[in-house]
């Protein structure tokens, strides 16, 4: 089982910037990959990034250039820095990981642009 625990959403103006940060935990050892995805009112979850073990990224085409996954592949915590937010980018925050066939979210955080 991996447990993941988010934080760090909240109400930002739009060109700011906000950091999200997801720790798991379990009865595990490394993670593979990790990553975020997001879900806007009305419309399906997409990918935002994913991380691996061997810090090999991808990120969704609405956020390349602003965002940047990164991750602790000792602790299995991962990070989201957004920059440059726009009101397009609100949306509920998902953490993800796979682990022994299985995908595993968070709660979700919401993460609001307006001015």
């Known amino acids: 089982q991996v447990q993941l625990v988010e934080s760090g959403g909240g109400l930002v103006q739009p060109g700011g910037s906000l950091r999200l940060s997801c720790a798991a935990s379990g009865n595990i050892g490394s993670l593979d990959a990790m990553g975020w995805y997001r879900q806007a009112p009305g419309k399906q979850r997409e990918l935002v990034a994913i991380?691996?073990?061997?810090?090999?990224?991808t990120y969704g085409d609405s956020v390349k250039g602003r965002f940047t996954i990164s991750r602790d592949n000792v602790k299995n915590w991962v990070y989201l820095q957004m920059n440059r937010l726009k009101p397009e980018d609100t949306a509920v925050y998902y953490c993800n990981a796979p682990y022994r066939g299985y995908f595993y979210w968070g709660q979700g955080t919401q993460v609001t642009i307006s001015s």
């Open positions: 991380i691996r073990s061997g810090g090999s990224t």
